[in-house]
């Protein structure tokens, strides 16, 4: 560590094998909690370069769980975090009502780091119990249209990182690989990033993976589609700017779509929104976002999406997702 460690004080870059080698004796418990911090805080400093990140993820996927779930083409709809902003679960309620229309979700996630509560806070909350037995996560994506993986327990080489990375309580590099390392590997995905030059990465990675995704940056710093400024969604070959008048919503106030101050705070304003009983601007944002990945499977305008989110959302169809899926839990 202490040669890799010298190279990024001096400014200098990992080459993509330096950077998949560096992290799998990280995993292998090579080295010790301070020679971690002081690699994640040169990231800190600086964004890992294309080739980093691509080294990071192949080494993460290469030291996962495996599992292979059959299904109809699926999505992921996970983002980085770490924006700051302090919004609602807005991924993971989204990821329920494209479940809803009928398309497969799965969906990969983890407990807030740098924010009040992540994906896994608000699941667990509200009675979901985490699980890496195929069998049962094969049953709720085929019942339920949605399964869920557990960071945690599908990437045990996180291990030797979690203590860092929670004494920190800052986004490190390994926010930036959470969606780039579901260990499903779905056909599709929808991911937000907290800026440009990220997006721009992720835009690199998936264009040499080939895999179908959709990065969502919202100008104004968040890391979803909020209807707060224009969204700048980036595909393998193109990217496009989109305003709410393209969605046919009206504009957010930044205010409208602040999330909980406490884990209990988060999980209920999550089942509200499901059950119908969030604002006109709440609702808005989570439709605006699955309208984004179910063009994914619709070739339609985004109008025409906006209408297929909206209706799994007042149909109660998402919700019912959600239901079904605590019965197959327990």
């Not at 869920?148 to 860092?164: E, G, I, Q, R, Y």
């Not at 100008?219 to 969605?247: M, N, P, Y």
């Not at 909206?310 to 239901?323: C, G, V």
Request: aromatic share 8%.
């Amino acid at each position: 560590m202490k040669s890799i460690l010298e190279q990024l004080f001096q400014y200098q870059h990992l080459s993509y094998e330096q950077a998949r080698d560096v992290l799998t004796r990280i995993a292998a418990g090579q080295y010790n909690e301070p020679q971690i911090a002081a690699f994640m805080t040169a990231f800190i400093m600086r964004p890992p370069t294309v080739e980093e990140l691509s080294g990071f993820r192949d080494a993460l996927l290469e030291l996962s769980l495996p599992i292979k779930l059959e299904s109809a083409p699926a999505i992921d709809l996970c983002g980085t975090g770490g924006d700051g902003k302090n919004t609602f679960n807005i991924s993971t309620i989204t990821a329920f009502v494209v479940a809803g229309t009928g398309h497969k979700v799965i969906k990969h996630g983890n407990y807030g780091v740098s924010s009040v509560s992540g994906s896994s806070n608000v699941l667990e909350a509200l009675g979901y119990r985490f699980t890496k037995q195929q069998e049962i996560l094969q049953k709720q994506v085929d019942q339920a249209g949605l399964c869920f993986l557990h960071a945690p327990l599908f990437h045990p080489a996180m291990k030797s990182v979690a203590p860092v990375r929670a004494a920190l309580g800052v986004k490190t590099f390994f926010n930036m690989l959470g969606p780039l390392v579901n260990p499903a590997r779905p056909k599709y995905q929808l991911t937000g990033v907290f800026n440009l030059e990220t997006a721009r990465k992720y835009q690199y990675v998936f264009q040499a993976k080939r895999q179908e995704a959709s990065i969502i940056h919202s100008i104004d710093g968040h890391d979803e589609c909020t209807l707060t400024a224009d969204t700048r969604v980036l595909k393998t070959q193109h990217e496009q700017l989109f305003s709410a008048t393209d969605f046919g919503l009206p504009e957010n106030h930044v205010s409208a779509i602040e999330g909980g101050k406490s884990i209990s705070e988060a999980a209920n304003l999550f089942l509200k929104i499901l059950e119908g009983k969030g604002t006109q601007a709440q609702e808005n944002t989570v439709i605006a976002n699955a309208a984004l990945a179910l063009q994914h499977y619709h070739q339609e305008s985004l109008p025409d999406t906006v209408l297929r989110a909206r209706e799994s959302l007042q149909s109660k169809n998402a919700l019912n997702t959600f239901k079904n899926l605590l019965e197959l839990n327990a």
